[in-house]
């Protein structure tokens, strides 16, 4: 398995524009996580998805965020309009019920200018 | 106070040193983890517990779960250990997600 699968690896745009991170959760596991990485704050969860329905989302800053799973090979997390305070690493992971442990993407070094 | 406290912040030591960094939380837990990220990179997930001891190769992880405290050593260091370790927990019942710890900066000198 090529574990989980995040595009774009660096991602650069002026605030205001719209951005979108993907993600290929490894075959067969029913939950995916969304986390934030910045200096000040760590990893924070933003969302998690379980068997494709989002479960929590209250780590979601503001409606500028939106998040999807539209099937359980893809999940996408959306920013619009994003602002330079969103310049994170963007961490998407996946498991299989809690007892097997999490695999997580390489991440996406987002930067808003 | 953060769930998941970390010490120390940052460590350095020299090669062939043995390391602890340890964990302690404030809630209950299914299981706790030890993350690796190195400078730029993604995050590794070197182990999942929740009681006793795990070994894997040089790393060897353990917890306590009446003192809900977690410790991880590593024997024999090497500059390539050079990383943020990360301990997190996901919380009793039904909760997935994980409450990660602020990280341990090591430096591993040869």
């Known amino acids: 398995d090529a574990g989980v699968i995040q595009s774009p690896r660096h991602e650069v745009t002026e605030m205001g524009q719209e951005v979108t991170l993907r993600c290929k959760p490894i075959?067969?596991?029913?939950?995916l996580f969304w986390y934030r990485q910045t200096m000040m704050r760590g990893l924070e969860l933003l969302i998690y998805?379980?068997?494709?329905?989002?479960?929590?989302d209250s780590g979601m800053p503001e409606d500028r965020f939106s998040a999807k799973m539209p099937n359980a090979s893809f999940s996408t997390l959306k920013i619009q309009p994003s602002e330079p305070r969103d310049s994170a690493v963007y961490f998407c992971?996946?498991?299989?019920?809690?007892?097997?442990?999490?695999?997580f993407g390489s991440g996406t070094r987002l930067t808003v200018v | 106070k953060n769930e998941v406290e970390q010490s120390p912040q940052n460590l350095t030591a020299q090669e062939g040193e043995f390391i602890t960094i340890n964990c302690s939380y404030s809630?209950?837990?299914?299981?706790l983890h030890w993350l690796q990220q190195h400078p730029g990179g993604g995050i590794v997930s070197l182990f999942m517990l929740s009681s006793g001891k795990k070994k894997h190769g040089r790393l060897i992880a353990t917890i306590n779960i009446q003192e809900k405290h977690s410790s991880l050593h590593i024997t024999a260091s090497h500059p390539r250990d050079s990383a943020v370790y990360i301990c997190?927990?996901?919380?009793?019942?039904?909760?997935?997600?994980?409450?990660f710890g602020s990280g341990t900066q090591l430096t591993v000198l040869p």
């Open positions: 992971a996946s498991s299989y019920d809690r007892v097997y442990g999490y695999t």
């Open positions: 809630v209950g837990i299914s299981a």
């Open positions: 997190a927990v996901s919380a009793s019942g039904s909760a997935r997600q994980l409450t």
């Open positions: 075959s067969g596991h029913n939950s």
């Open positions: 998805f379980n068997n494709n329905v989002p479960i929590d």
